[in-house]
T-cell receptor, first 113, second 115 residues
Framework: NAGVTQTPKFQVLKTGQSMTLQCAQDMNHEYMSWYRQDPGMGLRLIHY???????DQGEVPNGYNVSRSTTEDFPLRLLSAAPSQTSVYFC????????????FGPGTRLTVL | KQEVTQIPAALSVPEGENLVLNCSFT??????LQWFRQDPGKGLTSLLL?????REQTSGRLNASLDKSSGRSTLYIAASQPGDSATYLCAVPPFPQGGSEKLVFGKGTKLTVNP
């Protein structure tokens, strides 16, 4: 199993550009999440999904879109990048809602100039 | 709203020392609590998950305890090694509206074990 994979590892964008951060898992997990990690702020939830076709907002959803057309993939779209979106982005997945461990990807380091 | 606090923010110890990392949470009605490890530039690795009905979980040199009534958890590391140097984070689901898909994290304790 590859676990949770994320691409790209690093990305530099200019303000106003759009891009998609890719996340995939091969563990047949129903639950997937996107977090951002910023110095002094810790990890904050952006969006999450409890199954294909079902997504919802987390704590900091503004400026981001998600969709979940398959169990395996959960891409995160930045519609119009802003410097405030400079961060490290982590994707995570788990079997189920309450009693399960979350598995994290290696992260994407995004810089918006 | 659930809030998670970890103190201290950083800790430096000599190799071989036993140490305790602290985690506190404001809403004691939690399903479980997880401890994670994060190495620099890497993702998070789950170390231990304690269910609300448990008081302790052990894995090798690691022991995590949970006291729901006081809103506290501790991670005990025995005989620390330089390879234990990392940031340790605790996280809880935001009862009652969700589970592992939307964890609330503390800001972590950065541990340095000096040879």
């Amino acid at each position: 199993n590859a676990g949770v994979t994320q691409t790209p590892k690093f990305q530099v964008l200019k303000t106003g550009q759009s891009m998609t951060l890719q996340c995939a898992q091969d563990m047949n997990h129903e639950y997937m999440s996107w977090y951002r990690q910023d110095p002094g702020m810790g990890l904050r939830l952006i969006h999450y999904s409890v199954g294909a076709g079902i997504t919802d907002q987390g704590e900091v959803p503004n400026g981001y879109n998600v969709s979940r057309s398959t169990t395996e993939d959960f891409p995160l779209r930045l519609l119009s990048a802003a410097p405030s979106q400079t961060s490290v982005y982590f994707c995570a997945s788990s079997w189920g809602p309450v009693i399960d461990t979350q598995y994290f990807g290696p992260g994407t380091r995004l810089t918006v100039l | 709203k659930q809030e998670v606090t970890q103190i201290p923010a950083a800790l430096s110890v000599p190799e071989g020392e036993n140490l305790v990392l602290n985690c506190s949470f404001t809403d004691s009605a939690i399903y479980n609590l997880q401890w994670f490890r994060q190495d620099p530039g890497k993702g998070l690795t789950s170390l231990l998950l304690i269910q609300s009905s448990q008081r302790e979980q052990t894995s090798g040199r690691l022991n995590a305890s949970l006291d729901k009534s006081s809103g506290r958890s501790t991670l005990y590391i025995a005989a620390s090694q330089p390879g234990d140097s990392a940031t340790y984070l605790c996280a809880v689901p935001p009862f009652p509206q969700g589970g592992s898909e939307k964890l609330v994290f503390g800001k972590g304790t950065k541990l340095t074990v000096n040879p």
